[in-house]
């Protein structure tokens, strides 16, 4: 589509850029010249997706700049090239371009500037000295913003210091926070946020720690405040012209909560909810409660925490007790795929804080026994360290307030590992043969009779199984229904290739019985009531 229009604004400013030697256009039509693959620089886009486009036809929405002068480029066969820029939000659609750049190493470019905030552009360019045979490119569109969006904060849960409201809501328990922001342009696109810390640099709507807008500009945005007293939170939004407004803090009192929390199995942060436990794409070890609504983490463990230093992506996080010593709160028993012969154990210092000291290393057994429970000699190939484990769960503990028994995949054979008061005593040889060693194993907790289950996910077809196992009054458990792996199918579709990962941290929806979570190919955290009606909680950061 080739556009003319009739008149020009002379105080707008147009730079050529060009480079080498300036030679003079051929006199005479060149035939067959063309220019091709139009773009402005910086591209034009929409920040809150992502997307970027140069909208050169007539039904893709222009995307936003947030600059003033952007350069208009070209692919050309012509020796220059003629661009022409008319502003679409004044009535006659003012020309206020018109204006040759030289072609160089096959290409051209123009720079302009004193583009108007909030309008809208279109601009097309041309082969010079080729009239009636040089192709023009197609038309392409663009709009510009250069206001930065501001924004406010609220909430009724934890209102503002000096508001005079009361707080709702305790120390360690979520708030809601409402952000209202405002651009008078291309609209609020994300917001940008951190509670007690200070915000990143060269950030972006896909970036952690941030929330997406609605079309009204606001956001809902859930926290945790873990220690009592005065918090601060601070928040930036960013349009979708890429403009960062100035941060805005928001100051709360959290009250101190003396009411007692139930101990809970599974719950890492304290709030009587058991909670995943998946890293981030930085490596950093996310807390996400099992009844979230969203992939927002409570709380984060800093990658350099991990046993390696490098971050928690490769290792493998087991959790469903503590030590008699700690406070209520699962303790972190880590298998690191850089050091597969250690077994390192994190107190749980206070909601999920696992800052406070130095990790131990959990000696293996040196003891063993039969799946009865008779003690015998450790069979020959027996490890003794845990290098020999390919998958570790955490089943979950006897008594209160003590570590979780083990179930380990070792040479294809499953293997108990009984807790001691700081250390583990005892290897219980459960079954033999090697059957298990194409299965995902999954320790969802106790059932409603207070069995034991472990579940177990058949990598070759998908399908789930669950197995229970009982404790006779006064006596040992009941490790029979191990025998056979490929027994007790209660679901298929379970797939590798669908979910990548599986695991389950007890009851999350609260209805009595444990269920599974399960993060997607694409990095979708998925939960399930028991092993059916699957919700996705969204892309996890």
């Known amino acids: 589509m080739t556009l003319s229009?009739?008149?020009?604004?002379?105080?707008?400013?147009?730079?050529?850029?060009?480079?080498?030697?300036?030679?003079?256009?051929?006199?005479s039509a060149v035939p067959g010249t063309a220019v091709t693959d139009p773009k402005a620089l910086p591209a034009p886009g929409f920040a809150a997706t992502g997307l970027h486009t140069d909208a050169c036809d007539d039904s893709t929405a222009p995307g936003w700049l947030g600059v003033a002068n952007p350069v208009l480029a070209v692919a050309a066969t012509s020796p220059q090239v003629r661009f022409k820029l008319w502003d679409d939000s004044t009535p006659a659609h003012d020309k206020i371009v018109d204006s040759t750049a030289d072609v160089t190493a096959g290409a051209a470019k123009l720079a302009t500037?004193?583009?108007a905030d909030g309008?809208?552009?279109?601009?097309?360019?041309?082969?010079?000295?080729?009239?009636?045979?040089?192709?023009?490119?197609?038309?392409?569109h663009f709009k510009v913003d250069l206001t930065a969006p501001a924004l406010s904060v609220s909430s009724t849960d934890f209102p503002a210091s000096g508001s005079g409201a009361t707080p709702a809501k305790y120390a360690g328990e979520n708030g809601v926070f409402t952000l209202t922001g405002t651009d008078a342009a291309s609209g609020v696109a994300c917001y940008q946020y951190t509670l007690n810390g200070t915000l990143g640099v060269g950030w972006d709507c896909g970036s952690g720690h941030t929330v997406k807008a609605g079309a009204d500009g606001t956001a809902q945005l859930t926290l945790k405040p873990k220690d009592w007293g005065t918090n601060v939170l601070t928040v930036q939004a960013m349009d979708n012209a890429g403009n960062v407004g100035q941060p805005a803090t928001y100051t709360f009192y959290a009250p101190w909560d003396s009411r007692p929390k139930p101990a809970v199995a599974g719950d890492v942060d304290g709030d009587g909810?058991?909670?995943?436990?998946?890293?981030?794409?930085?490596?950093?070890?996310?807390?996400?409660?099992?009844?979230?609504?969203?992939?927002?983490?409570?709380?984060?463990?800093?990658?350099?925490?991990?046993p390696l230093h490098a971050g928690w992506q490769d290792d493998q996080v087991v959790h469903r007790g503590w030590a008699p010593v700690h406070a209520p709160g699962d303790d972190l028993l880590v298998h690191p795929k850089g050091n597969p012969r250690a077994l390192y154990a994190y107190a749980n210092?206070?909601?999920g804080d696992f800052g406070n000291g130095y990790p131990t290393l959990i000696d293996k057994p040196s003891q063993c026994a039969d799946a009865g429970g008779t003690w015998i000699d450790c069979p020959q190939g027996y490890a003794a360290d845990w290098s020999a484990s390919t998958q570790l769960v955490a089943l979950g503990n006897d008594e209160p307030h003590e570590w979780p028994f083990l179930v380990s995949v070792e040479n294809g054979d499953l293997w108990l590992y009984s807790a001691a008061l700081r250390d583990y005593g005892l290897a219980q040889q459960l079954t033999t043969g090697g059957a298990w060693a194409g299965y995902d194993l999954i320790a969802p907790g106790k059932d409603a009779s207070g069995a034991f289950q472990l579940w177990a996910r058949e990598r070759a077809t998908g399908a789930l199984h669950a197995y229970r196992i009982p404790k006779a009054v006064g006596g040992p458990f009941d490790f029979s229904a191990l025998a056979d792996p490929s027994a007790n199918v209660v679901a298929t579709g379970f797939t590798t290739a669908a979910y990548p990962t599986l695991g389950s941290s007890g009851d999350g929806d609260g209805d009595g019985k444990p269920d599974l979570w399960a993060v997607t190919a694409n990095r979708h955290l998925v939960t399930f009531s028991g092993w059916t009606a699957p919700k996705d909680l969204g892309a996890l950061h």
Do not use: F, M
């Not at 105080?11 to 050529?16: G, I, K, L, N, Y």
């Not at 360019?125 to 023009?136: D, I, L, N, R, V």
């Not at 998946?278 to 350099?304: E, K, M, Y």
């Open 5 to 27: 229009r009739a008149r020009g604004l002379g105080a707008v400013t147009v730079v050529a850029i060009a480079a080498g030697l300036l030679t003079a256009p051929a006199a």
């Open 113 to 115: 500037s004193a583009l």
């Open 119 to 140: 309008h809208s552009y279109t601009w097309q360019a041309w082969p010079e000295y080729s009239p009636g045979s040089g192709k023009p490119a197609p038309a392409c």
């Open 273 to 306: 909810v058991p909670d995943i436990l998946v890293p981030d794409a930085q490596g950093n070890l996310q807390v996400i409660s099992a009844n979230a609504s969203d992939t927002t983490p409570s709380s984060t463990v800093p990658a350099v925490l991990a």
């Open 349 to 351: 210092g206070h909601q």
